[in-house]
């Protein structure tokens, strides 16, 4: 019990400090358009996180997509997450706490995908991979 | 299912439940990504040939989660170091609240779906059948009390609804309360079916060689092993750190001083008892030396670098102390209290 209750601050910690997740780099207003009407990939996504270079903690973080954009999963006020899909399943997501941000590049394919991230400032970055966990409703 | 369980509590349920035959007693204590030291501990007695066939097995939270692959033989061990250094936080929770916690579990739930396969419990149950005792403890936070699960018992029941018991019992006991969300068990009593909320076995002690009432410094009870081992996943030196002002920073490292306080005094209980029962006390905990990073909760390369400690004390010639780690001085950095006065 000990040692994830006291390393469970450090997801606090990171999460404010901002080295958090992320999809993708932020798109374009014209990315974000043309996704906003690709509903292939909406629904509830895992994101696993893995860091490779830096001192960041990874983590796995629930997104959701609707109407091929990122958002929220769960009522969580310590990130803010937003983005887009494209048709082709090219995503573009910002991770936000704490006035700081991360920001990433990837694919989403049928109910997984795969790409890579980097902290602002390039302090971590890594790579992250996605699942479905349930589609649209 | 009969005899799945106990009260923590019971005197007589603990003695009815335990083995025929005596013989070395192996204690697992919680820990969390830490456990990653009990499980390279116990593979080094593997390649050192000093690794019995334990008598009675107990396990809580992570001891609990590295229990059956021990209990199992050295035939898991491949299975075990995999679990503990293969492992990474994305593979036990992901971030955000369920309503009953921080953080959700459905990727432990899965891990242990995967890692706890029906060979496994078959293998537990032909132990169980041998003699031998495989003990889990859980919280039962509506009654506030901790539970006993004997492991053996619900494996050598079989079907699905054994192994789905044993799947839950497991991931109930490592549900850091808070933190991981509760495990609902459904439970008959009388008659009537109901849910019981099951959470972390440390909640009522790091690590469960007895009930509480016969490990007491004024009980006579006998310990019935011929010796305790007690692996303790947990350095029990202080861990000086600047605490953010935030509540989950000022919460884990309340707990983890808390912790290391119940460790100390649970030892202590335990070294007595063992000596006036006649039997060797045996104790291995993280040396103090060990200091790699860590990038946050079950990060990979730190437990992969404290399996490799563990592993090494388990294959060295004296994996063990005979009695209680001593208590420690203050950390070399603080030589002295420092006073009122000063501003944070």
């Known amino acids: 019990m000990s040692k994830l209750v006291s390393k469970f601050g450090l997801v606090t910690v990171i999460a404010i400090g901002g080295l958090v997740v992320a999809l993708s780099a932020a798109p374009s207003q014209a990315a974000q358009k043309r996704a906003a009407h690709s509903r292939a990939y909406d629904g509830l996504w895992s994101v696993s996180i893995y860091t490779l270079y830096g001192p960041c903690a990874a983590y796995r973080y629930p997104a959701r997509i609707v109407g091929g954009r990122v958002v929220q999963a769960v009522n969580d006020f310590s990130y803010q997450i937003s983005g887009a899909v494209a048709a082709s399943g090219a995503t573009a997501v910002t991770v936000a706490s704490g006035g700081q941000y991360a920001v990433g590049y990837g694919r989403l394919r049928g109910a997984s995908g795969a790409g890579r991230w980097s902290a602002a400032g390039n302090l971590c970055s890594g790579t992250w991979s996605a699942i479905r966990r349930a589609a649209a409703n | 299912m009969p005899d799945a369980r106990f009260w923590a509590d019971s005197e007589s349920d603990f003695s009815r439940a335990l083995p025929p035959q005596r013989g070395p007693w192996l204690i697992l204590s919680t820990g969390g990504a830490d456990g990653a030291f009990g499980a390279g501990l116990l593979a080094g007695l593997s390649a050192a040939g000093k690794r019995p066939d334990y008598a009675v097995v107990t396990g809580v939270s992570t001891g609990a989660l590295m229990a059956p692959f021990i209990f199992a033989g050295a035939r898991y061990d491949a299975a075990l170091q995999a679990v503990y250094t293969e492992t990474s936080a994305a593979d036990i929770f992901e971030v955000g609240g369920t309503g009953e916690s921080f953080l959700d579990t459905w990727p432990l739930r899965e891990l242990i779906a995967k890692q706890i396969t029906p060979a496994l419990v078959a293998d537990i149950a032909a132990a169980h059948q041998s003699g031998r005792r495989l003990f889990i ?51 008959e009593d009388s008659g009537k079916r109901f849910a019981e909320m099951h959470v972390d076995g440390g909640v009522g002690g790091q690590f469960f060689v007895a009930p509480p009432a016969l490990m007491a410094s004024t009980s006579s009870y006998q310990i019935a092993a011929d010796a305790l081992y007690i692996v303790v996943n947990s350095g029990l030196q202080p861990d000086f750190q600047l605490v953010d002002r935030t509540t989950p920073a000022i919460l884990a490292q309340s707990v983890s001083t808390a912790i290391k306080a119940d460790l100390r005094i649970l030892l202590d209980r335990a070294y007595v008892a063992a000596k006036h029962s006649g039997i060797g006390f045996n104790v291995a905990s993280i040396p103090a030396s060990f200091k790699a990073p860590s990038r946050g909760a079950f990060d990979p390369d730190y437990m992969k670098a404290l399996f490799k400690v563990g592993y090494d004390q388990g294959n060295s010639a004296n994996p063990f102390a005979d009695e209680p780690p001593p208590f420690p001085g203050p950390p070399a950095s603080v030589t002295s209290v420092p006073q009122p006065g000063a501003n944070r």
């Open chain 2, 137 to 187: 403890i859980t919280t039962d936070l509506d009654a506030g009390r901790s539970v006993v699960w004997n492991m053996g018992a619900i494996a050598r029941h079989g079907g699905d609804a054994a192994l789905k018991l044993f799947r839950s019992v497991l991931l109930a006991s490592g549900s850091v309360p808070g933190a991981f969300p509760p495990v609902f068990i459904d439970v």
